[in-house]
T-cell receptor, first 109, second 113 residues
Framework: GIQVEQSPPDLILQEGANSTLRCNFS?????LQWFHQNPWGQLINLFY?????KQNGRLSATTVATERYSLLYISSSQTTDSGVYFC???????????WGLGTSLAVNP | ETGVTQSPTHLIKTRGQQVTLRCSSQ?????VSWYQQALGQGPQFIFQ???????GRGNFPPRFSGLQFPNYSSELNVNALELDDSALYLC????????????FGSGTRLTVV
């Protein structure tokens, strides 16, 4: 089945720094979402982005479907950005989300 | 527009007991999926319900079962609880046939002792 790999696994930033998180997937996908999971477990949908580029405030994402990767950009990071960032995809007729292992981000004041 | 709500938020059960978790889907969504997330791991797909029928299942034993009701809400039932069932259980709703993604609830944290 399709494999989803995220990098880096862990990231520590100083408040105000920028970062790029990467998601590679091994086959064509028809859905790709980026989620932020806060320390209380809530998964927040950041982007639905099977292809192209989207921006939402300090966050933006780009998916290059032909090259099977997606990038999540965080600019001017804040302590509230801390948590785990997951990339999840669906492929073919299967609607189950297949997840990467996540990037654990800590933003220090 | 209401989001996905799950209940209870926390639960402690004894090994061998049975548990029922509940999920109300986001307004306008007709599909519900359940995921299990162990500590430090990504969520694992349990099953999905559409039109009150199971519409895909992950690698979970039959003691994990579910229901979807006419109002699209859903239940996850786990029988004969084991210690390894301790996890965060997440419910996600979506609208079948559309190009939109999934919306997740806050989860139920189940501890089996």
């Amino acid at each position: 089945g399709i494999q989803v790999e995220q990098s880096p696994p862990d990231l520590i930033l100083q408040e105000g720094a920028n970062s790029t998180l990467r998601c590679n997937f091994s086959d064509s996908v028809n859905n790709l979402q980026w989620f932020h999971q806060n320390p209380w477990g809530q998964l927040i949908n950041l982007f639905y982005i099977p292809s192209g580029t989207k921006q939402n405030g300090r966050l933006s994402a780009t998916t290059v479907a032909t090259e099977r990767y997606s990038l999540l950009y965080i600019s001017s990071s804040q302590t509230t950005d801390s948590g785990v960032y997951f990339c999840a995809v669906t492929a073919g007729n299967n609607r189950k989300l297949i997840w990467g292992l996540g990037t654990s981000l800590a933003v220090n004041p | 527009e209401t989001g996905v709500t799950q209940s209870p938020t926390h639960l402690i059960k004894t090994r061998g007991q049975q548990v029922t978790l509940r999920c109300s889907s986001q307004s306008g969504h007709n599909t519900v999926s359940w995921y299990q997330q162990a500590l430090g791991q990504g969520p694992q797909f349990i099953f999905q319900y559409y039109r009150e029928e199971e519409n895909g299942r992950g690698n979970f034993p039959p003691r994990f079962s579910g229901l979807q009701f006419p109002n699209y809400s859903s239940e996850l039932n786990v029988n004969a609880l084991e210690l390894d069932d301790s996890a965060l259980y997440l419910c996600a709703s979506s609208l079948a046939g559309t190009a939109y993604g999934y919306t997740f609830g806050s989860g139920t944290r189940l501890t089996v002792v």
